[in-house]
Each structure stands twice: as C-alpha cells, then as structure tokens.
C-alpha cells in the first residue's frame, strides 16, 4: 500500500473536524496539501471516505468503517511504542524462568509474586528444567534466568546464592521410624530408598550418594520417579523411604512424615544463574532485585561447581 501514517492521521483529524480548515490548523498544513492527502488516499483505498461540497465535509459509509479499523491500528502502534519505551528500561517484558523442584517448593514462589507487585509489567514465564539442563537452556536462549542446584564455573555466566535447606527423611506414617523424634542418615542405611530418575535428579543423587558413601553405605534404590510428586507419592504407599530438600515441608502431602537427619550438615544451595552480559532489560531488573532488595549474595569461589 502506497500511503502511510500521514494519509491516516490527517483523514481522522479530518473526520473529528469536519472542516478542511479547521483540520489543516491542527495539522500545521494548507487545505490544498491536505485535500491531496486525502485525494491520495482515497485513490489508495478505491472508495471515496469523505463527501465533500462547497460548505459541508461528510464522512462517507466506506469512510466511517475505514477510519474506524485505522483508529484501532493507530492505537496498537501508540502502544507499542509506549510497551518498546517501557521495555528498553526494564519496566516492561518477558522473563523466562526456569526451575528444578526444590527451587518451586521453596522461595521461588514468594520471589515471583515480590518482582511482580514492583514490576507488574514484566510477565514472568515460568518452565520447569532439571538442574543439569539449565546450562544449555540458558547458552540456546530458551531461559533467561535459572534457579537450579550448582552455581556455573564459567566467565560467560553470573550466580547467585538464593536459597539453602538442609536434608530431611521421608517416611511412610506406617514405618517404623516415623515416630521418632530424630533420626540420623544411618539409621536408614538397610532401607529401601525412592529417588528422582536419573535423567532428572543427577545432581542431587550424585550429591546424596557421596554423603552416603561418608557414611560408609551405598543405598539401595527400590524405586525411581521422575518428579516430587512420584516421589512423595511412592512414599507415601510404602515402596521406600526417600530425603529430600528441608523445602518439603511447605507441601502439604498426605501420608508422609518429614524428619531431620541429625547427622548430616550439608545443605542443599539453590543458585540463580543467567549469562552475562545481561540479554535484556527484563534480566538486568530481576537480577538487580535479587541482588539488592531480596538479599541474595555472589555465589563463593568454593561453592561453585560445574553444571
């Protein structure tokens, strides 16, 4: 199509006014610059939008239709110009955020809802990723920010500590332990174990297996579930016992009793974890909000490791 804002802008004025006049002062032009305006555009479009006379300017039927569907695409573009503003400055976009399990069922949530009472108008697109796939979801630009379990030794990505829980044990209400009031990783040592698949959970089995080994026993792995909720559910049928992040008990589940492991002091770090440099203004702003008014710190040097 051969006309532009221009032709469309000055046919509207000309409609409100209906006066060549008076719609040529608004546009800061000459009557005949806008008579050949809308001449041009009438030629454009293949029907006449106005009915004009020597003392009355009318919009025609055709006219009115055409002016109307102009006035709703003139209004998409004024905001997308405000939405492209916004957005440069970090006060508008799409963020992708990816997450394993415990990162959900800690403070993930109660972050998401902090950001977006201070940023409304960042849509926060949340998909769950195992640990170990965030690094390449993060490098192919399918996620813009990952809450995952190891922070990334590499110069092309930036972490930060968000979260940390501690190890508890899972026990069927029926099992034996579950009335105890503590209990320690050895005391589940000739238990059957339920843990995440391999696929999904191998970082935290790897991470599991080595305080198992400290403590002189390699669990014996009776099932396997690919999510939290296999887990818990496989639990509470009795199959096994299982540990999880101390997060658990924000899950309401039924069936299940959560227990401390006084003899293990390792935790369970949760990192956010994005490239760097950041790719918008979207990740520039949660990452500033997670560092300064969440609280989150630089992941230490000795508590980084390879995704």
Same mark, same amino acid.
């Given at each position: 199509?051969?006309?532009?804002? %221009?032709?469309?802008?000055?046919?509207?004025?000309?409609?409100?006014?209906? #006066?060549? +006049?008076?719609?040529?002062?608004?546009?800061?032009?000459? *009557?005949?610059?806008?008579?050949?305006?809308?001449?041009? &555009?009438?030629?454009?479009?293949?029907?006449?939008?106005?009915?004009?006379?020597?003392?009355?300017?009318?919009?025609?039927?055709? /006219?009115?239709?055409?002016?109307?569907?102009?006035?709703? /695409?003139?209004?998409? @573009?004024?905001?997308?110009?405000?939405?492209?503003?916004?957005?440069?400055?970090?006060?508008?976009?799409? &963020?992708?955020?990816?997450?394993?399990?415990?990162?959900?069922?800690?403070?993930?949530?109660?972050?998401?809802?902090?950001?977006?009472?201070?940023?409304?108008?960042?849509?926060?697109?949340?998909?769950?990723?195992?640990? *170990?796939? *965030?690094?390449?979801?993060? @490098?192919?630009?399918?996620?813009?920010? /990952?809450?995952?379990?190891?922070?990334?030794?590499?110069? #092309?990505?930036?972490?930060? @500590?968000?979260?940390?829980?501690?190890?508890?044990?899972?026990?069927?209400?029926? #099992?034996?332990?579950?009335?105890?009031?503590?209990?320690?990783?050895?005391? &589940? =040592? +000739?238990?059957?174990?339920? @843990?995440?698949?391999?696929?999904?959970?191998? =970082?935290?089995?790897?991470?599991?297996?080595?305080?198992?080994?400290?403590? /002189?026993?390699?669990?014996?792995?009776? *099932?396997?579930?690919?999510?939290?909720?296999?887990?818990?559910?496989?639990?509470?049928?009795?199959?096994?016992?299982?540990?999880? =992040?101390?997060?658990?008990?924000?899950?309401?589940?039924?069936?299940?009793?959560?227990?401390?492991?006084?003899?293990?002091?390792?935790?369970?770090?949760?990192?956010?974890?994005?490239?760097?440099?950041? %790719?918008?203004?979207?990740?520039?702003?949660?990452?500033?909000?997670?560092?300064?008014?969440?609280?989150? =710190?630089?992941?230490?040097?000795?508590? %980084?490791?390879?995704?």
């Amino acid at each position: 199509m051969r006309f532009d804002l %221009r032709h469309v802008s000055s046919c509207l004025v000309l409609a409100q006014e209906l #006066h060549f +006049g008076r719609a040529a002062q608004r546009l800061a032009t000459t *009557q005949p610059g806008l008579s050949r305006l809308v001449s041009d &555009l009438e030629a454009e479009v293949g029907v006449k939008l106005f009915r004009r006379t020597t003392r009355t300017v009318e919009v025609t039927e055709a /006219g009115r239709a055409f002016l109307a569907e102009c006035r709703i /695409g003139i209004d998409h @573009l004024e905001r997308a110009v405000t939405l492209a503003r916004r957005t440069a400055t970090g006060m508008a976009g799409v &963020l992708r955020v990816g997450y394993m399990d415990f990162a959900i069922n800690g403070r993930l949530p109660e972050l998401v809802r902090a950001f977006s009472e201070v940023r409304p108008a960042i849509r926060l697109e949340l998909s769950h990723v195992p640990s *170990q796939s *965030q690094r390449e979801a993060l @490098l192919n630009d399918r996620i813009d920010v /990952g809450f995952t379990l190891s922070a990334v030794e590499n110069e #092309h990505f930036e972490s930060l @500590l968000f979260d940390r829980d501690s190890y508890v044990a899972l026990l069927p209400v029926t #099992h034996p332990l579950s009335n105890a009031r503590s209990l320690t990783l050895k005391d &589940l =040592a +000739g238990e059957p174990f339920v @843990l995440g698949s391999g696929g999904s959970w191998s =970082a935290y089995r790897e991470a599991f297996f080595a305080i198992c080994h400290r403590r /002189g026993f390699h669990p014996t792995i009776s *099932q396997e579930a690919s999510s939290s909720e296999g887990i818990f559910g496989l639990v509470a049928a009795g199959t096994g016992v299982s540990t999880y =992040a101390s997060c658990v008990r924000n899950v309401q589940r039924r069936g299940i009793v959560i227990r401390s492991l006084d003899d293990v002091p390792d935790t369970i770090a949760t990192y956010a974890t994005w490239m760097k440099p950041a %790719r918008s203004t979207s990740l520039e702003a949660f990452t500033t909000f997670l560092a300064t008014v969440w609280g989150a =710190a630089p992941a230490s040097t000795n508590t %980084r490791s390879k995704l």
